[in-house]
């Protein structure tokens, strides 16, 4: 099923309100602040001055000279990966974010999800996302990087991972058969700028960018991500900020009797006794969270982005 989170225009229309804080997704809530944009950024096709700016700033921000393409959105890299070659088998290490299967069963691939990361040896294509969705589980970079040679393509979605460098692989990418996803809209709360970027080997990277065609990002993506992308004091200090929150959310939710299963610092998942009504008894204040077709108990939640909204939260978690 290619169900999601952000989904406001539902709450609404089941509950009513309108001034709803979306915690269904794993955006962060404090974004960066947009800069002033200049009217070409809209007036004008992106140059490629503008493109080539923008690829050195995130080289730099992610530690890599590997090939890079800059996409609308990790998701656009999702949906144009399956077409890198004819369909075969493909596994994807799961329960995880739905439109990598999806995608590549829409491509005509034979798609079997798996619960081990040993289970996707000997896939033609194979799918990680590090650190996972919903759950949060990690896997060392050795263990990927070994995991590579097994598989035909390997594909690390690392969308969650700004916050634990640590476990990127970026460093090592540019080898054949490796494709490293990274989303700028999470960490840097503008999911609506739809910016993202993937990086891996000549060959891939020039075949992607043969699909994605000549302007695959719009010029205030541009801008906005060449700014935000070289502030690394904000990085820093968002990360000592989630990391902080995250302890504060957990405490909230043990209170009210649910148990942390783990996450990121860009989301927690909880069990609880029904994650039905947990939902509901959010939605009454007005706060939106995710639940899974495959789990009743279990309930993901987004890091509240102010004062305020981590008020509203305690008072829900309370009554």
Partial sequence: ???????????????????????????????????????????????????????????????????????????????????????????????????????????????????????????????????????GAAHAPADLLALAGQVGRLVVDESFADAQPELSLVAMAGQDGLLILRSFGKFYGLAGVRLGFVIGS????????????????????LRIGSV????????????????????????????AGWQALGGCELFRLYDTPDAEQAQARLARHRIW????PYSNRWLRLGLPGGAQEWARLAQALEG
């Fill in 1 to 135: 099923m290619r169900d999601h989170g952000g989904n406001i225009d539902g709450a609404i229309a089941r509950f009513g309100g309108t001034d709803w804080i979306d915690l269904s997704t794993g955006i962060n809530r404090v974004p960066y602040p947009v800069p002033a944009l200049a009217p070409e950024d809209w007036a004008m096709l992106p140059t490629a001055a503008a493109k080539a700016g923008l690829l050195q700033v995130a080289r730099r921000a992610y530690g890599t000279q590997a090939p890079l393409l800059a996409v609308a959105g990790a998701q656009a890299a999702i949906q144009m990966i399956p077409r890198l070659r004819p369909p075969g088998v493909a596994r994807v290490l799961g329960p995880t974010y739905n439109e990598h299967a999806a995608s590549l069963r829409a491509a005509g691939w034979q798609v079997q999800e798996v619960t081990r990361l040993a289970h996707l040896a000997g896939a033609d294509l194979a799918v990680v996302v590090n650190p996972n969705n919903p759950d």
């Fill in 202 to 221: 000549e060959g891939d990277i020039a075949a992607l960018q043969e699909m994605s065609g000549p302007w695959p990002v719009n010029g205030a993506a």
């Fill in 228 to 255: 935000a992308l070289a502030d690394q004091d904000w990085a820093a200090a968002t990360i000592q900020r989630l990391r902080a929150e995250v302890l504060a959310a957990d405490a909230l939710a043990t209170a």
């Fill in 289 to 292: 969270s995710r639940i899974f």
